[in-house]
């Protein structure tokens, strides 16, 4: 059993920051494991945006997305974050995590004028 909760999106103006939080929870979750933020936009496939390994060891960011947005992780909270900086209007989508297989709700993530 695992959960997963996502918030911190919103609406924000072009070249905004945003900070994502994903909590996560259940018997079945494990510090251990690498997690991932993916992105899907209407109309659009999904998008792996950034992994994060158990150690903290960010990688497989998304190429439109290198040098604005970090993913972070505290295992003592059990929580991995997505720090976003100078968003785009192309960065609007919902924002899910994900752990093995299981993701959450998501959090919807609009940059707009």
């Known amino acids: 059993q695992v959960q997963l909760v996502e918030s911190g999106g919103g609406l924000v103006q072009p070249g905004g920051s945003l900070r994502l939080t994903c909590a996560a929870s259940g018997s079945d979750f494990s510090n251990i494991y690498r997690m991932r933020w993916f992105r899907q936009a209407p109309g659009k496939e999904r998008e792996l945006v950034a992994s994060i390994s158990g150690t903290g060891a960010p990688s497989d960011y998304l190429e439109s997305v290198k040098g604005r947005f970090t993913v972070s992780r505290d295992n003592d909270k059990n929580m991995i974050y997505l720090e976003m900086k100078n968003l785009k209007p192309e960065d609007t989508a919902t924002y899910y995590c994900?752990?093995?297989?299981?993701r959450g709700q998501g959090t919807q993530v609009t940059v707009s004028s």
């Open positions: 994900s752990y093995l297989g299981h």
